[in-house]
């Protein structure tokens, strides 16, 4: 789509794919989460409980059916006792508040009496094609316990000490993709609803939060002989799915480049051709407004204990603060030509990066038409062979056009292979260790893009010679894996982390927020360097409130006024 006169440049990758970037960005309209709850609300699905054997201590097993224009799918749920001395966020955990499986259709009382023989061990668990998700999740006791012993009593929780955690439950892993006999993408993902990243794992996430909302207004029942209040429609609305994410998300990023490059072009596009259009409408003008008020009073409810976090917070509060004032004193900045591509460049070079972010997401809302489309590109399958005809020097060229930022690291320096990633033996999952002071280099990663590229360009320098690669690589077969990645991303501009992830610098937590953000992930609150909580679907729209015509208007979620 173009736009007469002035078409705006999409940013370029050696801004959007910094570290320092990808640590600030918020979730958009092209995130899972948001899209899902859109088909959701277009197709007009059906999602009902149709099992709720819950005792009076709210263990047992829950079942949801979601009913698609074209398939079923059904979650189930297992509810236990959990041993305080066994409550863990620690992907290591090996007992959980409630453990889950999306079955694939309606399960027969035998796939429930298996699933929950299995389920409940979670990767130990052995599991079939139509099973298609496995997840676990903990209470958040603090709120949780809150709000029943509230509910119980006759009364709301306060919805203070609601937002101020944001979900009753977090989930710690949700495991799909043919994982422990789980059914392979490929068996479902040429259905519609499910064709898109990640779609099959929100739906999951979403279910759970239905779980958690469900599992309240139950135990609070059970508690009381006396009549319970069932939590208020609006703060159930207001109460998200937490997640607590670390290391094992980190390498995706980088294992999966030109998925990533979709998603990042992608939204790199849609910015581009909002700033590109000539004028802004009253009615897109309003949209804007409304959010940017919503999203002021959002920064304001984001509470977290870390110090990094809170001054960034503070630092976009006096962003947008000022920015409303002017918009209120002089509404004519908005009206002029090219309204957004003005107000993007009167704010790049003063505000925040994490500032910047926050806004681009806030222009691209009114756009539906322009920006939803967009996500049907998020997807990519890898079916690109290697090319052992291309030459040297050629190889060398695509290097010195898309790798500079590479070549700038003097990996000569220790600093700069401060770390290296490697794989757990407890679980197979993504760990970092200290290459100076920590056993277990040689199981190392083979993610260390910055560091191969430089290593294959001082190769190629020093051979001086144009020849095929098949040639190359019979002297240097320990190169083929850097060659096969620079030839198969050659023209993918946003596909490489533009950084050293095994420098002392690298702080890990910016590619798991850049990650996150494309899943719908708000409210981040880091906890190390290594790993954060986020919360998920916040807002949206609760699975009786999908077809509202304003199903989709739950970014920036604010705490909602009670009477």
């Known amino acids: 789509m173009s736009y007469p006169g ?7 990758s050696t801004q959007v794919m910094r570290l320092e970037h990808l640590g600030a960005t918020f979730q958009t309209r092209l995130s899972f989460m948001r899209r899902l709850i859109r088909r959701m609300h277009s197709d007009d699905w059906k999602i009902s409980c149709d099992e709720f054997d819950l005792d009076n201590d709210g263990y047992g097993t829950a079942i949801y059916a979601v009913k698609t224009p074209n398939n079923i799918y059904s979650l189930i749920c297992f509810s236990h006792y959990l041993d305080p001395q066994n409550r863990t966020d620690r992907v290591i955990a090996e007992h959980w508040d409630s453990t889950f499986t999306l079955f694939d259709g309606i399960p027969t009382r035998s796939d429930v009496k298996r699933l929950r023989e299995q389920t409940t061990k979670q990767e130990e668990g052995r599991f ?6 496995l997840s676990r999740a903990n209470k958040s006791l603090r709120l949780f316990d809150h709000v029943v012993k509230s509910l119980a009593r006759n009364q709301q929780p306060d919805p203070k000490i609601l937002n101020s955690i944001g979900y009753l439950m977090r989930t710690t892993a949700v495991y799909a993709n043919g994982k422990f006999g789980l059914a ?3 068996l479902y993902s040429s259905r519609p609803e499910l064709t898109p990243p990640y779609q099959i794992e929100m739906l999951t996430v979403y279910l759970i939060r239905e779980f958690s909302l469900d599992l309240v207004d139950h135990l609070a029942k059970c508690s009381t002989e006396n009549r319970s209040a069932k939590l208020d429609r609006n703060l159930k609305r207001h109460l998200g799915m937490g997640n607590a994410t670390g290391l094992g ?9 030109i998925l990533i490059h979709n998603w990042f072009e992608a939204k790199e596009s ?3 051709m909002v700033r ?3 004028e802004a409408s009253a009615d897109k003008i309003g949209v804007f407004n409304k959010l940017l008020a919503r999203s002021y009073q959002h920064l304001s409810e984001w509470n977290i204990e870390d110090k990094r976090q809170k001054e960034k917070i503070q630092i976009m509060k006096t962003e947008l603060s000022l920015l409303i004032d002017e918009l209120s004193h002089n509404s004519q900045l908005l009206t002029i030509l090219y309204p957004w591509d003005n107000l993007y460049k009167r704010v790049k070079s003063t505000w925040s990066v994490e500032g910047v972010e926050l806004l681009v997401a806030l222009l691209l809302e009114p756009y539906p038409e322009i920006v939803d489309k967009l996500g049907d590109s998020l997807d990519y399958q890898d079916n690109i062979i290697f090319d052992p005809k291309q030459t040297t020097q050629e190889l060398l060229r695509v290097i010195e056009q898309q790798y500079m930022w590479a070549l700038k690291i003097n990996f000569d320096q220790p600093k700069e292979s401060q770390y290296f990633w490697y794989y757990s033996q407890e679980k197979n999952e993504p760990r970092r260790g200290n290459r100076y002071s920590e056993n277990g280099v040689e199981n190392e990663m083979n993610i260390t893009i910055a560091r191969d590229i430089w290593g294959l360009w001082k190769t190629l320098i020093s051979t001086n010679e144009n020849i095929p690669l098949s040639h190359f690589l019979i002297s240097h077969p320990d190169l083929r894996h850097i060659c096969r990645r620079v030839q198969l991303l050659t023209g993918y501009a946003y596909a490489e982390i533009q950084d050293n992830i095994i420098s002392e610098a690298c702080k890990p937590i910016d590619i798991l927020r850049g990650k996150l953000s494309f899943f719908g992930a708000s409210k981040f609150d880091p906890k190390s360097d290594l790993w954060t909580r986020i919360t998920l679907c916040q807002g949206a729209p609760l699975r009786d409130e999908l077809s509202h015509q304003q199903a989709d208007d739950w970014c920036f979620p604010i705490t909602p006024a009670m009477p």
């Not at 079939?128 to 998700?133: A, K, M």
């Not at 390498?251 to 480049?257: A, M, T």
Request: negative net charge; proline residues 13%.
């Open 6 to 12: 002035n078409q705006v440049e999409i940013r370029p």
């Open 128 to 133: 079939e094609s139509t099973d298609l998700v």
């Open 184 to 186: 392979d993408r490929g």
């Open 249 to 257: 998300m980190a390498p995706f990023l980088v294992q999966h480049p």
């Open 270 to 272: 849609a910015l581009s």
């Open 276 to 278: 590109s259009l000539p």
